[in-house]
């Protein structure tokens, strides 16, 4: 059997949840996800769970948040006048919105809070400040 080791192309099919048990992500019913390890593609602490695995092997982790998606960021949540965002731009609570950065980068954000003066926008990723649990099974190392 093949060992994972850097430069490794990796496919797995994985379940991740959160520390409630609720299921944030998973591979049941598509394709193994697959990347090379080394290379940042996945989260860190992910990759060196996986690293050193077997094909066929089958093992769950848990991630540090900082491991993961880093801590939660206060500053990463702005207001932003409510009369500054275009009617057509949806506001719900939870809605992922992509604004620009000053220098014009793209930058993911989900809206927090809407009040009629503002609208609060988090730049955090969803699961930054969150230890993560994945279940994981080895299908391919090439």
């Known amino acids: 059997m093949s060992q994972v080791k850097p430069g490794n192309k990796v496919r797995f099919h994985y379940t991740g949840t959160l520390e409630d048990g609720s299921v944030f992500d998973s591979s049941d019913g598509r394709e193994p996800l697959e990347f090379t390890l080394g290379e940042g593609q996945i989260i860190p602490g992910l990759e060196r769970a996986i ?17 993961a998606y880093g801590p939660y960021q206060p500053q990463g949540r702005q207001g932003v006048p409510r009369d500054q965002i275009p009617d057509h731009i949806p506001l719900d609570i939870g809605t992922r919105l992509q604004v620009q950065t000053p220098d014009g980068q793209p930058m993911p954000v989900t809206v927090a809070e809407v009040s009629d003066e503002v609208v609060v926008l988090d730049a955090n990723h969803p699961l930054a400040g969150k230890d993560l649990t994945f279940a994981v099974e080895i299908v391919d190392v090439g």
């Open 51 to 67: 690293e050193g695995m077997e094909t066929g092997e089958q093992k769950t982790v848990t991630i540090a948040a900082d491991d």
